[in-house]
């Protein structure tokens, strides 16, 4: 019954095409929107320009207005597709959707935030849309799942970075003469983060033989440390293994991630 009620089989079109992409019509319309997700990011990017700006910013504003509408109308279409659209808008990607068009209705309200414009480069966040893709959807969840297999040995690793930069700057700012540019711990903290990351700006340099020494000890360690989340991460990715997931997304909580025989969805219990 509920196929055959005509706004129920618009909505539900809309929904695959719109967030989905195993049919030609999903396939397209998310390569359109990528197109013109970038295309508006570079926009922002030769609007920052002043000599740009001034020479074609009527042409500019006009291209922002166009993105802006077109951005809208796919926004208010996402909410009319899905069954729940108070969830698709409070999640991660309804949010980043909103942020897109908001600053430009924002400026003409509000005529002094017009520097808040350059939160519509936020846009370029949807592009990871396209790991919706079918040709995608495998290798960005063996990723994901590496990620998350691995958060725990990272956020240890970071403790134990922590500690050392903590300690060399404190050590530091005892050898050296505040003269040096080591006035606090805190300023001794971070130059040992710059060294140990081998970024050295250079605004601070320790004088003494001793802090010398402290500073090429730093700098070795540094090049170890680098290695370290990498290696962990890579072993996870070995370990992780390909499971086919489809792009169908549940027409009511818009989860996605589903096996290919999935008849239902695995969160809410929607029929897909």
């Keep these: 019954m509920e196929n055959n009620n005509p706004s129920n089989r618009l909505q539900r079109q809309l929904h695959e095409i719109i967030f989905e992409a195993d049919t030609p019509a999903g396939k397209l319309f998310d390569v359109l929107l990528i197109l013109s997700i970038v295309a508006s990011v570079v926009l922002v990017m030769l609007d920052s320009i002043s000599s740009i700006r001034q020479s074609y910013g009527d042409l500019l504003y006009l291209g922002e207005w166009v993105f802006t509408i077109l951005f809208t109308v796919e926004y208010a279409l996402r909410l009319y597709s899905v069954g729940r659209p108070l969830s698709y808008a409070t999640s991660f990607f309804g949010v980043v959707d909103l942020l897109a068009i908001l600053p430009t209705y924002l400026s003409i309200v509000f005529p002094g935030t017009q520097y808040f414009l350059v939160i519509r480069i936020l846009r370029v966040l949807r592009v990871f849309r396209v790991l919706k893709l079918v040709q ?13 297999a691995s958060r725990r040995k990272i956020i240890v690793f970071l403790f134990v970075v922590l500690t050392l930069v903590v300690i060399f700057g404190s050590l530091m700012y005892v050898i050296e003469d505040p003269q040096s540019g080591f006035t606090s711990i805190p300023q001794s903290i971070y130059w040992a983060i710059v060294t140990l ?22 700098m070795i360690i540094g090049y170890g440390i680098i290695a370290v989340p990498t290696g962990i991460v890579t072993a996870e990715l070995a370990q992780s293994y390909k499971k086919s997931i489809s792009t169908q997304a549940c027409t009511q909580c818009s989860a996605e991630g589903h096996d290919p025989d999935a008849e239902y969805c695995k969160y809410c219990g929607a029929i897909l």
Excluded: F
């Design 136 to 148: 995608y959807v495998g290798e960005a969840r063996v990723l994901m799942q590496a990620m998350r």
């Design 197 to 218: 990351t081998t970024v050295g700006y250079g605004d601070i340099s320790p004088q003494t033989g001793l802090g010398q020494t402290l500073a090429s000890l730093i």
